[in-house]
């Protein structure tokens, strides 16, 4: 064989591992286990990572109530970073963070992940659904984190159907409405207060069941 060939052969095999390494590194935090849709935002700044950002507002459009920001977020460095705020800048809206426990500061541990959304994790809810945007538009989002500092990137407006059916927020209940028989009852009142007939003898029994 001649050197040219044996050099070329050489090259060659050394672009394997390469490849090779790649394509076991992406079955770490990037991998299908953590169900990554492609479709989603995602960005990486320093040691902080988030995937799988959008921003799910009511399953039907003319609900009232809250939207929620979803987002996974990985930490690969040596210290926690604490999310200390998330905003929609433009909005004039307040998002409400929630640890997962529901007490203490939303914290990334170190070399961790923390999901926001969902059953049993952290939340970030916009109170006022409406101001989240639009379905179909793509709304900057903006993470403070303690160490990295502010990430900003776009999130899609999606409603919680399908897929984002379980990260999403419930409709607001509504008003219990007065029935017509407690009316009545309330009037009864009025000329029990003023009689003096035996019923005022159940008055004690009245209390207890109060109390």
Do not use: Y
């Not at 929609?88 to 998002?95: N, R």
């Not at 529901?102 to 809810?125: D, E, F, M, Q, Y």
């Not at 993470?143 to 990295?148: I, N, Q």
């Not at 999130?155 to 999403?168: C, D, K, R, Y």
Request: hydrophobic share 40%; glycine share 12%; aromatic share 4%.
């Amino acid at each position: 064989m001649s050197r040219s060939l044996r050099h070329g052969a050489l090259a060659a095999t050394a672009l394997v591992f390469p490849i090779a390494a790649l394509s076991a590194c992406s079955a770490g935090n990037d991998a299908q286990t953590l169900q990554v849709r492609p479709d989603n935002a995602a960005t990486a700044v320093d040691n902080i990572k988030i995937q799988n950002l959008n921003i799910i507002t009511q399953p039907e459009a003319d609900a009232e109530g809250p939207a929620v920001v979803a987002a996974t977020l990985f930490n690969d460095g040596t210290k926690q970073e604490v999310v200390e705020k998330i905003a929609l800048p433009g909005t004039g809206t307040t998002v409400k963070l929630q640890a997962a426990k529901g007490k203490g500061p939303l914290v990334v541990p170190a070399g961790g992940r923390v999901v926001i959304g969902g059953k049993n994790n952290a939340s970030a809810v916009i109170e006022d659904g409406r101001k989240a945007g639009a379905n179909g538009n793509v709304q900057a989002v903006a993470f403070t984190f303690s160490e990295t500092g502010d990430i900003e990137l776009g999130a899609a407006i999606v409603p919680a159907t399908s897929f984002f059916e379980g990260f999403g927020p419930s409709a607001l209940p509504s008003p219990k409405p007065t029935s017509a028989s407690e009316t009545p009852g309330e009037a009864s009142e009025t000329p029990g207060e003023g009689s003096e007939s035996p019923s005022d003898t159940a008055t004690p029994t009245g209390e207890a069941t109060t109390g």
